[in-house]
């Protein structure tokens, strides 16, 4: 069954008919050329799907579309404002916390709605907030300090 939906995704309202059984994660890479969503496990295990939907992370692989209508999405293409870096992506760079990059978006959006929340995180709250994500390079201790240091500036 198809269904007319409409949202926003970096700020650009968009409508477009979908399958109800389609994950945001389709949508968003296959219809919509947002590449920068990654697909990994598919079943909501690793992160590497994760956009902002309102504001909150979530795994778009596990997301339908139908329930994105009305909703403001943000992508990693979202995140750099006027070819400049967000503090979140430049703290990534600082300390080293890319290897192949693969789990990057996941992270930086996830570690952007920490920041923008203005709560205040202990170093086992940020690992906490974090623990939806899976890196497979294993660089865990930097990208923690990336996230330590954007919380911090
Ligand atoms: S691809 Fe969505 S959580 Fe792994
Ligand atoms: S940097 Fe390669 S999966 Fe995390």
Redesign the pocket.
């Known amino acids: 069954m198809l269904k007319k939906i409409s949202f926003t995704v970096n700020g650009i309202q968009v409508s477009l008919e979908v399958d109800v059984r389609e994950s945001l994660?389709e949508v968003l890479r296959e219809r919509l050329g947002y590449t920068g969503v990654?697909?990994?496990?598919?079943?909501?295990?690793?992160?590497?799907?994760t956009v902002l939907v309102d504001g909150t992370p979530i795994?778009?692989?596990?997301y339908l579309a139908v329930w994105a209508d009305g909703k403001d999405i943000v992508t990693i293409e979202g995140i750099a404002k006027n070819g400049e870096l967000s503090k979140v992506q430049k703290a990534f760079i600082e300390e080293g916390a890319i290897q192949c990059g693969f789990c990057t978006p996941g992270y930086v959006l996830t570690a952007t709605a920490m920041v923008e929340s203005g709560k205040k995180y202990t170093r086992e709250e940020i690992k906490r907030e974090l623990s939806g994500h899976l890196c497979r390079c294993t660089g865990y201790q930097n990208i923690i300090k990336a996230v330590e240091k954007a919380l911090a500036d």
């Open positions: 994660l990654k697909k990994g496990c598919g079943v909501g295990e690793c992160g590497a799907c795994d778009s692989c596990i």
